[in-house]
């Protein structure tokens, strides 16, 4: 099993340009999360999907849109990217409440 | 809302140390507590788990006793290695349906030899 995996693994962008983040999880999982993680700030989360269908808001959804494509998949979107938006990204899934299991996470940039 | 405060870090000891990192959190009802672990350039992975009060969770030489009286979740080791140099972070997961887990900060050790 790979377990969660992300693409891509870096990325640079210039302001207002667009881009989507890839995640996809082999474990069968209901449960999928975006969070973005800053220094001194942990992580915070952007979005999850509780279920295949569902998608809602956390902490800092401003500026992403997300798609549960289906079971395995959740993408995140940055429609016009900012400069605040540089960050380092992490998808994650469970199993309800159980264990999170995170990706490697996607370093963005942008310029 | 939910929260969790760690202590700040970094915390930098020498091989063989005692390790204590400081959680305490805020939650309404009884969640479930979890210590994770990042190493360098990559992602988090769960060190721990605690699901109920008094509960102990152990890994790798590492220990954790949720403590509802004093709201607390402090991460110990007796004797710290290079290897676990890494950022530790502690985590709630909300009480509602979504099963959302709320972080702390992150604390950085470095374990020098």
């Known amino acids: 099993n790979a377990g969660v995996t992300q693409t891509p693994k870096f990325q640079v962008l210039k302001t207002g340009q667009s881009m989507t983040l890839q995640c996809a999880q082999d474990?069968?999982?209901?449960?999928m999360y975006w969070y973005r993680q800053d220094p001194g700030m942990g992580l915070r989360l952007i979005y999850y999907?509780?279920?295949?269908?569902?998608?809602d808001k956390g902490e800092v959804p401003n500026g992403y849109n997300v798609s549960r494509l289906n079971k395995r998949e959740f993408s995140l979107r940055l429609e016009s990217a900012a400069p605040s938006q540089t960050s380092v990204y992490f998808c994650?899934?469970?199993?309800?409440?159980?264990?999170?299991?995170f990706g490697p996470g996607t370093r963005l940039t942008v310029l | 809302g939910d929260s969790v405060t760690q202590m700040e870090g970094p915390v930098t000891l020498s091989e063989e140390a005692f390790l204590t990192i400081n959680c305490t959190y805020t939650a309404t009802g009884y969640p479930s507590l979890f210590w994770y672990v990042q190493y360098p350039g990559e992602g988090l992975q769960l060190l721990l788990k605690?699901?109920?009060?008094?509960d102990k969770g152990s890994n790798k030489g590492f220990e954790a006793t949720y403590r509802k009286e004093t709201t607390s979740f402090h991460l110990e080791k007796g004797s710290v290695q290079v290897s676990d140099s890494a950022v530790y972070f502690c985590a709630l997961l909300s009480g509602d349906s979504s099963y959302k887990l709320i972080f702390g900060s992150g604390t950085r050790l470095l374990v020098r030899p």
């Open positions: 999907s509780a279920s295949e269908g569902t998608t």
């Open positions: 474990m069968n999982h209901n449960s």
């Open positions: 994650a899934s469970s199993e309800d409440s159980n264990e999170q299991f």
């Open positions: 605690a699901t109920k009060a008094d």
